[in-house]
């Protein structure tokens, strides 16, 4: 039997991304605040799928604005976004005046009728007041690395980590570092990141991961450690599943 070429395909690690939204409101009758709170959102499966397809540059449509449901009237207000410790901050621009309730709030691009989340509230404004909205969303799970702050800023299209994953990497005992281009795919809210060519030995393998194309890391799965003779290949499969 021909044992000169063996291909090993190693599933490295499926790991949870966890998403934290919610909205942060204040109401404001002659220029004092009089009420103020948080109400926590639902994303939708669309917007996972969001993230997904921006963390792994391969389209995807980030926040654009804040649509806010006054009454039986939607109302487009326009954002301001930013992003600090790994967490998305959609600041709205404009004050939604009274009277009326405010009963939905959502994140979406600027057309269309899809949206990333959803607030289900009661707010209700008297004639004379005006309700601000700032929507925060916070990512969890990639401590350690860049992880949850390039997710944020790829979701807002904002900030110093809004770039792309394109690279696995893994360490080469007595070599160091070596990134090899990924391919990248993605279902539903799952990415999926994988070496474009193989790993090669005779060699052994730890520390694999992803870096985006400014070069900061993803992540890193400790734990792994592959030993390859030689003539034997290591393709690496590494999952982010967001929400």
Same mark, same amino acid.
């Given at each position: 039997?021909?044992?000169?070429?063996?291909?090993?395909?190693?599933?490295?690690r499926r790991?949870?991304?966890?998403?934290?939204g919610y909205l942060v409101y204040r109401i404001a009758s002659n220029n004092n605040i009089i009420e103020s709170g948080t109400i926590p959102n639902a994303f939708t499966s669309w917007g996972k799928n969001q993230i997904a397809l921006l963390c792994g540059?391969?389209?995807?449509?980030?926040?654009?604005?804040?649509?806010?449901?006054?009454?039986?009237?939607?109302?487009?207000?326009?954002?301001?976004?930013?992003?600090?410790?790994?967490?998305?901050i959609v600041d709205g621009q404009t004050w939604i005046g009274g009277p009326g309730t405010v009963s939905l709030i959502r994140c979406a691009p600027a057309s269309g009728t899809d949206y990333h989340n959803e607030i289900s509230c009661?707010?209700?404004?008297?004639?004379?007041?005006?309700?601000?909205?700032?929507?925060?969303?916070?990512?969890?799970?990639?401590?350690?690395?860049?992880?949850?702050r390039v997710t944020a800023c790829r979701l807002g299209n904002c900030g110093s980590y809004n770039y792309?994953?394109?690279t696995i990497v893994a360490t080469e005992v007595g070599t160091g570092e070596i990134a090899i281009a990924s391919t990248n795919s993605v279902s539903n809210n799952t990415l999926t990141v994988q070496n474009e060519s193989a790993f090669t030995g005779p060699n052994t393998y730890?520390?694999? +991961?992803?870096?985006?194309?400014? +070069?900061?890391?993803?992540?890193?799965?400790?734990?792994?450690?592959v030993e390859l003779a030689s003539g034997q290949e290591l393709w690496v499969y590494e999952e982010y599943i967001y929400g």
């Open positions: 039997m021909n044992v000169d070429k063996c291909i090993f395909q190693s599933a490295v790991h949870q991304v966890s998403i934290n540059g391969l389209g995807g449509t980030p926040i654009e604005e804040i649509r806010v449901l006054r009454d039986s009237s939607w109302i487009d207000v326009s954002i301001s976004n930013s992003e600090s410790g790994g967490t998305l009661t707010i209700v404004l008297e004639s004379g007041w005006s309700l601000d909205v700032t929507v925060k969303i916070g990512f969890s799970g990639l401590e350690g690395y860049d992880g949850n792309p994953i394109n730890t520390d694999f +991961g992803a870096k985006v194309s400014s +070069g900061q890391v993803y992540y890193k799965f400790s734990g792994s450690s």
